[in-house]
C-alpha cells in the first residue's frame, strides 16, 4: 500500500494538516507565557485565539475557487510560505496588536488549505473512499493538537515561547518545498503512477478547473452543511483555545497540563479515523448516503452533548473526571469529520474546493465567536466549566439541523462528470 503514488499523496497531506494545527494553535499553549509578559486579560487572549479566523472565514470561498481554478499544487504551496512567514512573525510579536496582525496573518495563509486539500482529494481518491481520505487527514490535525501542548512547551523550555514559534515556521516551509517537487493536479501525470492505480481513480478533466460555478444553485445546496458545520466548529474551536489553559487553571505544572491536554486531543484522532471508516463502511453495506452522512453525524452529535453532561450535572469535577468528559465530548464530536468533509464531495465533485470552502465558513465562523465567548464567561463568571456547558446547546442544534442536508442529491450538471451518481456500491 505505501508504495502507491496515491498513499503518499495522502501521507503528504496528513502532514500538512498536523503541521497547520500545530501552527494554528501553538498561541493555546504560549499563552500563559505571553499573556503575562503583556498583561493580556482572558478576553485579549480569547480575541488573539480568534484572530486568526477572520481572514480565515472570508477566504474559505475564494480560497476553494482558486483550488478549482489553478489546481490545489500551486494554491497550497503558496498558503504554506504565508502561513510559515505568519507563525515566525508570532515568534517576533511586541505586543497584543502585534500579535493580532500575526494572527491575522496565519489566517489568510490557511484559509484555502482545506479546501483545495479536499479539491486534491477529489482527483486522488475513489468516491467510495472519500470519508477514509476525510478521515485520516483530520486525524492527523487532531495529532497536531495532541502533539502542539507537548511539543510548544519542550521547545519553550529550550529556547523560549518565540523560538517555538519561528521553529514550527521552518517546519511549514520544508514542507512546502516538498509538496511543490513531488504533488501533481492530475494523477496521471505523476511519474510514478501506474496504469493499474490510475484506472480507479475518477476521470480528471481540465473543465473541472476552468468551468464556470454555479454559485447560487452552490450556495443554496451547502447553506445547510455550513450551518451544520458551524455547530461542530463552535465545539472545537472552545476546546483548541481553552483545554491547555483549563487544566493549568488546575494549579498543574505546565508540562503536567500539557499532557492532560494531549490526551483530550489523542481522543480527536481516533474520532476522526473512526468516523471516516464507518461512514464509508455504511456507504459500502447500505449504498445510503443520508444514512452514511446525516443519521451518523446527528448521532455522533448528541452523543457528545451526553458525554459533556457530567460537567453541567456536577458542580466540582475532580481532574480526571472532568478529562475523561472533555475527551469522550471531543471524540464524538470528531466522528463527525469524515462524513461531513465528503458531504461536498458528494452534493458537487466537480467544484469540491469551492464547497468545501462554503462548508468550512461555518467552523471559521465559529472560531471567531467561540473562543472570544469563552474568555468572556471565564472573566465574569470565573466558572472554567461554563462555556464547555454553553457548548452543548450548540451540539443540540447540530443533533437536529443534520437532518437537513442532502447529500443524497447531487447538484445539477454533476452527474456527467465522470463520478457515480448517488447510491454507488
Known amino acids: 500500500m505505501f508504495r502507491r503514488v496515491t498513499t503518499k499523496v495522502l501521507i503528504l497531506l496528513c502532514v500538512m494538516y498536523c503541521i497547520t494545527y500545530i501552527d494554528r494553535v501553538n498561541v493555546s499553549t504560549a499563552a500563559a507565557q505571553f499573556g503575562k509578559e503583556f498583561d493580556l486579560s ?6 488573539v485565539f480568534s484572530a486568526f479566523a477572520y481572514p480565515y472565514l472570508i477566504i474559505q470561498i475564494f480560497g476553494g475557487w482558486l483550488a478549482d481554478r489553478f489546481g490545489p499544487r ?10 510559515a512567514g505568519a507563525t515566525v512573525l508570532t515568534g517576533l510579536a511586541g505586543g497584543l496588536m502585534s500579535l493580532v496582525f500575526a494572527r491575522l496573518l496565519l489566517g489568510l495563509g490557511e484559509g484555502a488549505t482545506f479546501p483545495a486539500a479536499t479539491r486534491a482529494m477529489s482527483n486522488w481518491t475513489t468516491p467510495e473512499r472519500r470519508g477514509f481520505a476525510q478521515g485520516i487527514t483530520h486525524a492527523a490535525s487532531r495529532i ?23 521553529i514550527t ?45 454555479p454559485w447560487r444553485a452552490l450556495l443554496r445546496r451547502m447553506l445547510p452543511v455550513t450551518a451544520v458545520y458551524f455547530c461542530y466548529g463552535w465545539v472545537l474551536w472552545l476546546f483548541l483555545g481553552w483545554v491547555p489553559q483549563y487544566f493549568q487553571h488546575q494549579h498543574m505544572q505546565l508540562g503536567k497540563s500539557a499532557l492532560f491536554a494531549s490526551g483530550v486531543f489523542l481522543t480527536g484522532v481516533l474520532g476522526d479515523w473512526l468516523g471516516g471508516e464507518l461512514t464509508d463502511f455504511i456507504m459500502r453495506r447500505t449504498g445510503n448516503l443520508r444514512l452514511a452522512r446525516n443519521v451518523m453525524v ?25 478529562a475523561l468528559a472533555l475527551s469522550v ?3 464524538f464530536n470528531e466522528m463527525t469529520i469524515g462524513p ?9 465533485p466537480q467544484y469540491a474546493g469551492t464547497a468545501s470552502g462554503i462548508m468550512n465558513m461555518g467552523s ?62
Do not use: K
Request: glycine fraction near 8%; include cysteine; charged fraction near 10%.
Open 340 to 348: 461531513m468533509w465528503a458531504v461536498p464531495m458528494d452534493i458537487a
Open 169 to 213: 515556521g521552518i517546519v511549514s516551509v520544508l514542507w512546502a518545498l516538498i509538496w511543490v517537487w513531488y504533488f501533481r493536479d492530475n494523477p496521471r501525470e505523476h511519474r510514478s503512477m501506474s496504469s493499474v492505480e490510475a484506472d480507479r481513480l475518477p476521470a480528471y478533466n481540465v473543465a473541472r478547473i476552468s468551468g464556470r460555478v
Open 364 to 425: 471559521a465562523a465559529a472560531a471567531i465567536v467561540s473562543p472570544v465567548v469563552g474568555g468572556w464567561i471565564i472573566d465574569h463568571t470565573g466558572n472554567w466549566n461554563l462555556p464547555f456547558i454553553v457548548s452543548m446547546a450548540l451540539m443540540l442544534s447540530g443533533t437536529l439541523l443534520a437532518f437537513v442536508m442532502r447529500p443524497d442529491r447531487q447538484l445539477p450538471g454533476e452527474a456527467n462528470s465522470g463520478e457515480p451518481s448517488a447510491g454507488y456500491a
Open 74 to 83: 500551486r494554491t497550497l504551496t503558496i498558503c504554506a510560505f504565508i502561513w
Open 329 to 331: 465530548g471531543f471524540f
Open 298 to 322: 446527528s448521532t455522533c452529535m448528541f452523543l457528545a452533548l451526553l458525554a459533556l453532561a457530567p460537567i453541567m450535572l456536577v458542580h466540582s469535577l475532580s481532574i480526571p473526571l472532568a
Open 144 to 166: 497536531g493538537n495532541a502533539a502542539a501542548p507537548p511539543l510548544v512547551t519542550w521547545l519553550m523550555l529550550t529556547t523560549n515561547w518565540r523560538g517555538a514559534f519561528v
Open 42 to 47: 482572558h478576553t485579549q487572549t480569547g480575541f
